[in-house]
Antibody, heavy 118, light 108 residues
Framework: QVQLVQSGAEVKKPGASVKVSCKASGYTFTNYYMHWVRQAPGQGLEWMGI????????SYAQRLQGRVTMTRDTSTSTVYMELSSLRSEDTAVYYCAREGLSGSLGYWGQGTLVTVSS | EIVLTQSPGTLSLSPGERATLSCGASQSVSSSYLAWYQQKPGQPPRLLIY???SRATGIPDRFSGSGSGTDFTLTISRLEPEDFAVYYCQQYGSSPLTFGGGTKVEIK
């Protein structure tokens, strides 16, 4: 069965960077695009960007351009999301989510809480 | 960017009642690339509906989606206790992907 397992919670200081991993299993890693979505405490869902695990091409939300980088390692079926120049507003649960049926997000990781605090 | 507006913000209903949730788009959603997700506290979202009206695998038939263009609806025919949650619509027809602000379905 499809599983997306994310790395553990992180606490970072303002200005630092964080890198969250998402290890996929149960399917052919390179066949499906992967998205990153975040959710601030008590708030809604915000799309961050997408990576094609096959070629590594990416597309990011404009408001995060320049701060977010998504990469993948096909040897371990893992995608990564790195966010730099962290600020308090980046405190959120970060999810990876795999495309499924016609592009909707059919499978989600368990989420990784990133807390930005001095 | 397509802005999705969900209404109402909160829906207070009793088990067994019918829930009707709305999602309006600022521009037409291409090819009905509209999905609905359910989220419970401490859990990731769960895909319910894709393509505006197709149920995802394992989703009970009390959940149904309809609509096209700029107006979409999620209907829960008879609320079960496990259906009380927050529901989000999402368009994935154009970049950036966007989500609505959510509708909380709470027990009356």
């Amino acid at each position: 069965q499809v599983q997306l397992v994310q790395s553990g919670a992180e606490v970072k200081k303002p200005g630092a960077s964080v890198k969250v991993s998402c290890k996929a299993s149960g399917y052919t890693f390179t066949n499906y695009y992967m998205h990153w979505v975040r959710q601030a405490p008590g708030q809604g869902l915000e799309w961050m960007g997408i990576i094609n695990p096959s070629g590594g091409s990416t597309s990011y939300a404009q408001r995060l351009q320049g701060r977010v980088t998504m990469t993948r390692d096909t040897s371990t079926s893992t995608v990564y999301m790195e966010l730099s120049s962290l600020r308090s507003e980046d405190t959120a649960v970060y999810y990876c989510a795999r495309e499924g049926l016609s592009g909707s997000l059919g499978y989600w990781g368990q989420g990784t809480l990133v807390t930005v605090s001095s | 960017e397509i802005v999705l507006t969900q209404s109402p913000g909160t829906l207070s209903l009793s088990p067994g009642e019918r829930a009707t949730l709305s999602c309006g788009a600022s521009q037409s959603v291409s090819s009905s690339y509209l999905a609905w997700y359910q989220q419970k506290p401490g859990q990731p979202p769960r895909l319910l509906i894709y393509g505006a009206s197709s149920r995802a695998t394992g989703i009970p038939d009390r959940f149904s989606g309809s609509g096209s263009g700029t107006d979409f609806t999620l209907t829960i025919s008879r609320l079960e206790p496990e259906d009380f949650a927050v529901y989000y619509c999402q368009q994935y027809g154009s970049s950036p992907l966007t989500f609505g602000g959510g509708t909380k379905v709470e027990i009356k």
